[in-house]
């Protein structure tokens, strides 16, 4: 709703009052129409003020609404009505004023900001566009180039930009209601003629054709192929090339298009699955968000390598107090120097200083005694891991929290190296960890919900998407990542060439292909990882086939390619070939090529043809069924935790919503069937057997994901 108030004697101040953001619902939409058209018609007013309550203007559109018919009246009249109006429209922005609610805005006549507030146009984000005169509005007023940037990123910016880039007449730290009421009293009885954005010529750059070429092409680079920032660049160019109304007519048609495709579905999904992932509940019943979490004001970083540095800036950019401990005293100076530089570009980044003073450094370990949380993140090795928090059990005071960084180890196992097994929990972060936004919280058998609970606040403080897990090898992420890297693999023996898989997988969306990430990560990492296994090396049982390890069909190709010094870009050579070593460009390498026929040849493989959608199929599938084996496990509580994982740490595209969702699009039961089909065919790889819960889930009809937990029904939960 709308309340609709007189003040100072002229002034018509009309509150948006639909907590918690101010949402242009139905109802809010009715009351802004009913008190325009009251102000507008009261002889007693000469000016209107338009605001929200509780110090946010308004965040937009209902998205909750976008899933059933629209009701109320529409907006695009609403805010036409408003600003052909007589009399002086000032928006009062406090808070926020996104999507719908910047685009009211652009519809007054005047906007006067807080210094504090942001704004925004991110439907972009949501596979939608601004479709309420935001693409025609915005770039008369600010340029199509600045347009452009924020319709295309859905980027928010503070006043002070907004201000910079001429979105509002006037910023101020004070009382913004009552500065833009005294503003409404100078310009009443002023024409607004020269204030209605949509009367406004585009402002024209005389190279018009080669600026929206070259958009199209960086949002077409960036997109991935999701189609929202392509129709974002369509409804500016109608901006610059169209007449206001018939702009407003090519705006409505894309809208149409983006509205109702699946790509929309897709990001709307994830929107909600990333508020999702934080409310979930222990076997106890205990969720983490009804246990209190402990305050958190010292940390302490055990082991400063790649993984260690980041979490330490992590830490810190939160105003944390941080004891950074690393015991090889040449890695401590290169850290101190990595730490600070990371902190200093952060800031920069933000137009502030580099937070003083909160990082200490040390070689010993007594440094964390007083923390009220540790964070290990020490070499990928369970004895060390038990070795290190052994001692931090004698070292630290009590209650302190020890948590392990680790990517798949027993977090349960380490905390019965401790005298305080309930007050240990996984926090495994992505790398770069300062940047990656992904943080899956492990609750071991014995986390208590206490625990759960402040390592789920403390990676909501440093801005990342917690999303709780259960204890089993690599977790979520890593455990479905295995049986996706294992058939890229047997691709490679079949006949696929590194660049065709990574093709259709990145032409699919994905932000990096298989073998080009394996390059990135290091292959070094992945063979440490399988000679630990026994899966290669000198702990191979004698008499093992080459290709079978337990009975199962095993790729021996990446030992190969190690074994020979390729690790990947630090090594200017792995599945790639580089200029030299820590290049990021990847080259087509011909040894590598010659080297796979070779191998073929001496094993008896005959190549054979691999298109893109069998490349798709074996991977993505294999995939997707660890992840209804791991919902079925309970080790995650729901298929929006697993999409939310791959959204957030493993580079899913957005659009496709994550690797669940997906399977629900294409079709559960062709899902089924494609995997029995390639079980069939390659019955030595146990893990292509489709899952029992993906058998019930089609036997029931294919319910879409939000009904998936009434089928699942789990007997036990690992959360």
């Known amino acids: 709703m709308a309340l609709y108030s007189r003040v100072s004697g002229s002034v018509a101040l009309i509150t948006l009052q639909n907590p918690p953001v101010n949402a242009l619902s139905a109802a809010v939409r009715q009351g802004i129409v009913d008190t325009v058209q009251r102000a507008l018609s009261d002889p007693k007013v000469k000016s209107v003020v338009i605001c929200g309550q509780n110090g946010k203007f308004c965040g937009g559109a209902d998205i909750k609404a976008f899933g059933g018919p629209m009701s109320g009246p529409p907006l695009v009249p609403m805010i036409h009505t408003l600003e052909a109006g007589h009399k002086p429209v000032v928006a009062a922005i406090e808070g926020i004023a996104f999507g719908g609610g910047l685009e009211l805005a652009l519809g007054c006549h005047y906007r006067i900001a807080h210094s504090k507030a942001r704004l925004g146009l991110p439907e972009v984000t949501l596979g939608l566009l601004p479709a309420a005169g935001g693409t025609q509005r915005l770039p008369r007023l600010i340029g199509v180039p600045a347009a452009l940037d924020l319709i295309t990123t859905g980027r928010h910016v503070t006043a002070a930009e907004a201000l910079k880039l001429g979105i509002v007449d006037q910023v101020t730290d004070h009382n913004t209601v009552e500065v833009a009421v005294k503003f409404a009293q100078s310009v009443a009885g002023q024409s607004v003629d020269a204030h209605r954005l949509s009367t406004w010529p585009c402002p024209s750059p005389p190279n018009l054709d080669a600026l929206f070429e070259g958009a199209m092409q960086k949002v077409r680079q960036s997109a991935r192929g999701a189609i929202a920032p392509v129709a974002c660049v369509q409804a500016v160019r109608a901006a610059a090339t169209l007449p206001y109304p018939q702009g407003m007519e090519r705006e409505s048609e894309l809208m149409a298009t983006l509205f109702s495709s699946g790509q929309a579905r897709a990001l709307q999904y994830c929107f909600f699955a990333q ?187 440093m801005g990342k998407v917690s999303v709780a897990v259960g204890n089993c090898p690599g977790f979520v992420g890593n455990r479905m990542l295995k049986p996706y890297l294992e058939q890229a693999s047997f691709l490679l023996e079949e006949g696929a ?152 740490g493993y580079g899913w595209p957005r659009h496709r919503g994550g690797p669940m969702f997906y399977a629900g699009m294409v079709g559960l039961a062709g899902v089924l069937e494609r995997l029995e089909h390639y079980h069939q065919a390659h019955p030595d790889v146990p893990y292509l057997e489709p899952c029992s819960l993906l058998r019930r889930l089609v036997a029931a009809g294919s319910p879409p994901i939000q009904k998936w937990r009434e089928v699942i029904k789990r007997l036990r939960s690992q959360l």
Not at 523 to 547: F, H, I, M, S, Y
């Open 275 to 461: 508020r999702a992932v934080g409310k979930w509940s222990l076997p106890s019943g205990a969720r983490w968000d009804t246990s209190e979490a402990r305050p958190v004001r010292k940390a302490a970083v055990i082991g400063l390598g790649t993984m260690g540095r980041g979490i330490t800036v992590a830490l810190a950019q939160t105003g944390m107090s941080v004891v950074a401990v690393e015991t090889q005293e040449r890695q401590l100076a290169e850290a101190k120097q990595a730490v600070s530089g990371m902190l200093e570009r952060g800031a920069q980044r933000c137009g502030a200083a580099p937070p003083p003073g909160l990082v200490h450094y040390s070689s010993n370990l007594q440094a964390a005694a007083e923390a009220d949380l540790v964070i290990e993140a020490v070499f990928e090795d369970m004895a060390l891991k038990e070795n290190v928090f052994q001692q931090l059990s004698a070292v630290c005071k009590p209650g302190t929290l020890l948590c392990t960084n680790t990517s798949g180890l027993d977090v349960d196992r380490l905390a019965s190296h401790t005298r305080n097994p309930q007050l240990v929990v996984g926090m495994h972060f992505f790398a770069p960890a300062h940047v990656m936004k992904l943080l899956e919280v492990v609750c071991g058998p014995r986390s208590s919900p206490e625990a759960v609970a402040t390592a789920m606040q403390l990676g909501k403080k």
């Open 497 to 648: 060439t590194p660049e065709l898989v990574d093709q259709a997988l990145e032409e699919f969306g994905m932000a990096m292909g298989v073998f080009r990430m394996s390059d990135l990560s290091g292959l070094d990492v992945g063979w440490r990882v399988r000679k630990e296994a026994g899966q290669t090396g000198p702990n191979v049982p004698p008499g093992q086939p080459e290709r079978m390890r337990q009975g199962r069909r095993y790729s021996p190709l990446a030992d190969f390619i190690c074994e020979r010094g390729r690790f990947g870009q630090k090594t200017g050579r792995g599945w790639y070939q580089y200029v030299k070593p820590g290049s990021r460009v990847a080259r087509s390498d011909p040894w590598l090529h010659s080297f796979l026929e070779e191998y073929r040849a001496r094993r008896g493989l005959v190549a054979r043809r691999i298109d893109h959608q069998e490349v798709l199929e074996r991977c993505f599938y294999a995939l997707i069924n660890e992840g209804f084996r791991i919902l079925d496990d309970g080790v995650a509580a729901g298929p929006e935790d697993i999409d939310a994982i791959y959204v957030f």
